[in-house]
């Protein structure tokens, strides 16, 4: 019966102590399971707070990231401020220049025009300037034509007296010769004495600013003050020779206009500049009359010249040889074949020259009217 009490017992007690290590597994896997979900938690909340403080250290920066960019956003607005208020000066300074530049171009195109405007009246001037030397070359061929033509009949003509001459020689040439030259010389002191009595006054001065017509202008460079004239070499005119210029037409109201000098004397023509012009508004042009009161047209048709008294600017010699340059004659007595007498300080010759009626000129007039050589 113990025995069977005993085995109850010891079933039992083994019975308990599985239930308290049931019990104490429990507890412990309890325990575990607790301490694992506190452990859990804990890390949790230590997760929690490092991504917590992580993002808020985040936020920080991007607080402070949006600080620095408001401020670069305050700086760009400044920036684009200062960009804007250049921009608009710059478009002003554009408009400025599109403005000047239209207008630049408005007086590059009126210059343009007026270019243009005066190379089509230049145009016309070369093609009026060329018509006029066309017609000009025509009228020298002419001329050259009835120059060769008057040459054949003066051939014919010398043929002619010089078979009269022959036949004159049987008659008397010694006599025949002489009365030709006495009635040539008596002629040519005739016709010298009318033309001095017709121009002299009573006080027998002459007046040298009347109009001679010795030839004509027959083209004329207004700008670069360049002529031709109608005498020739064989008129006797020389180079450096001066001529009075007058208007067109006759009688008292005859206006000067200035004064030419010879530069280049031709076959035909000859070239003259223009020295002195009295008004410019009334220009040299091609048909105003030209005069030398000293000058007379023909090779062999020389004045001749009397010098009387002392001279200031020029001594006796040098004045005598302008007057030869000049394609005079210079005597030392005054007679009825004397052109002028040229009078300086005491003259001694001025009774005779009234007498005979030699046109007085003074030591300037002379000066006026005959070219100086150069270094004078």
């Not at 008596?186 to 017509?213: G, Y």
């Not at 010098?307 to 394609?327: H, P, R, W």
Request: hydrophobic share 35%.
């Amino acid at each position: 019966m113990q025995s069977l009490f005993f085995q109850k017992w010891r079933c039992t007690l083994n019975n308990e102590r599985g239930s308290a290590q049931i019990i104490l597994i429990v507890f412990v896997v309890l325990t575990l399971i607790l301490s694992g979900a506190t452990y859990s938690l804990f890390m949790a909340k230590e997760k929690s707070a490092k991504i917590e403080a992580k993002q808020k250290a985040q936020i920080d920066n991007s607080l402070n990231t949006m600080k620095k960019r408001e401020g670069t956003i305050i700086d760009l607005n400044e920036k684009i401020s200062e960009l804007t208020r250049n921009y608009n000066d710059l478009n002003q300074r554009y408009i400025d220049n599109v403005r000047a530049l239209t207008e630049t171009r408005g007086e590059r195109n009126e210059a343009l025009q007026a270019r243009d405007e005066a190379e089509n009246l230049l145009d016309e001037e070369k093609v009026k300037f060329r018509d006029e030397l066309t017609e000009l070359e025509k009228q020298l061929a002419q001329n050259r034509a009835t120059m060769e033509k008057l040459e054949e009949e003066m051939a014919t003509k010398e043929e002619q007296l010089e078979e009269k001459a022959a036949d004159l020689k049987a008659q008397s040439f010694e006599e025949i010769k002489k009365a030709k030259d006495s009635v040539s010389n008596a002629q040519q002191e005739i016709n010298q004495l009318k033309s001095r009595l017709a121009h002299l006054s009573s006080d027998e001065e002459v007046n040298f600013d009347k109009p001679t017509a010795d030839g004509k202008i027959i083209f004329a460079d207004f700008d670069n003050k360049f002529v031709i004239i109608n005498l020739n070499e064989s008129d006797g005119v020389v180079p450096d020779m001066p001529f009075d210029v007058f208007e067109s037409g006759s009688g008292e109201n005859t206006i000067k206009k200035g004064q030419i000098r010879i530069k280049q004397v031709k076959k035909d023509v000859s070239y003259a500049v223009v020295e002195n012009l009295k008004d410019n508004l009334r220009p040299i042009i091609s048909g105003d009359l030209i005069g030398n009161p000293v000058f007379t047209q023909g090779i062999d048709r020389k004045k001749t010249f009397v010098l009387d008294g002392e001279f200031t600017t020029y001594n006796t010699g040098e004045i005598a040889a302008l007057i030869k340059d000049f394609g005079g004659i210079v005597a030392e007595e005054i007679t009825v074949k004397t052109d002028f007498v040229v009078v300086g300080l005491n003259p001694i010759m001025l009774r005779e020259a009234k007498r005979l009626h030699i046109p007085l000129m003074k030591e300037e007039q002379l000066y006026r009217f005959i070219q100086k050589r150069s270094g004078k």
